[in-house]
Nanobody, 123 residues
Framework: QVQLVESGGGLVQAGGSLRLSCAAS????????MGWFRQVPGKEREVVSV????????NYADSVKGRFTISRDNVVNSAYLQMNSLKPEDTAVYYC????????????????WGQGTQVTVST
């Protein structure tokens, strides 16, 4: 079992920045690929960004490329999502997730999920 706890969400004006954190506990963090996903009511959960076990490989949804940066620190068992130039369409609940499988952009391959943190971007 891996327990994941997100933090760092909040209300920000368009153009602003937020940094989300995901603290992991329970198993060896470096054994898991990590992903950030988001969901708005009435829509499917969508991938934002993923990072492999070592942190060398990352991938992003087209909608956030150039604005968001994913990272991880295997010493402190945490993953991060730096979000810059935020837009109202980035408003969602953001989840971090862990996968023992490959570093995919598919939510179904991630076994463990946090409870989510709300990000609201105002105009």
């Amino acid at each position: 079992q891996v327990q994941l706890v997100e933090s760092g969400g909040g209300l920000v004006q368009a153009g602003g920045s937020l940094r989300l954190s995901c603290a992991a506990s329970g198993r060896t963090f470096s054994n898991y690929a990590m992903g950030w996903f988001r969901q708005v009511p009435g829509k499917e959960r969508e991938v934002v960004s993923v990072i492999n076990r070592s942190g060398v490989y990352t991938n992003y949804a087209d909608s956030v490329k150039g604005r968001f940066t994913i990272s991880r620190d295997n010493v402190v068992n945490s993953a991060y999502l730096q979000m810059n130039s935020l837009k109202p369409e980035d408003t969602a609940v953001y989840y971090c997730a862990a996968s023992r499988g490959g570093t995919t952009m598919t939510p179904e391959t991630y076994e463990y999920w946090g409870q989510g943190t709300q990000v609201t971007v105002s105009t």
